[in-house]
């Protein structure tokens, strides 16, 4: 069983800055490409950020020079860190990540954290 778990999620007013943690716990044997995504009300969900097991990181143009995401091999854990943070970033973000377990090798979702940016 693998679990996602993120936190880091609230309110802030535009201009301000959050960061997202998200943990991966289970029955992990090895971790690829983890990554954020993020759903609007009335909107697709998108790709926010994803970074690779080298470390190599791709960015939605909407957030690039805003946000950055990191990992820590060594905790199974992803963060995006978010500043200047705007109205339109206001979403339900999920973490992603692509594990290979004892048995199976998938994608894997947390349960999401609510961003909320007023302005």
């Known amino acids: 069983q693998v679990q996602l778990v993120e936190s880091g999620g609230g309110l802030v007013q535009a201009g301000g800055s959050l960061r997202l943690s998200c943990v991966a716990s289970?029955?992990?044997?090895?971790?690829?490409?983890m990554g954020w995504y993020r759903r609007a009300p009335g909107k697709a969900r998108e790709l926010v950020a994803v970074?690779?097991?080298?470390?190599?990181?791709n960015y939605a143009d909407s957030v690039k020079g805003r946000f950055t995401i990191s990992r820590d091999n060594t905790k199974n854990t992803v963060s995006l860190q978010m500043n200047s943070l705007k109205p339109e970033d206001t979403a339900v973000y999920y973490c992603n990540a692509d594990i290979r377990s004892n048995m199976h090798r998938g994608a894997y979702w947390g349960q999401g954290t609510q961003v909320t940016v007023s302005s």
């Open positions: 289970g029955d992990i044997f090895s971790i690829n490409a």
């Open positions: 970074i690779t097991g080298g470390g190599s990181t």
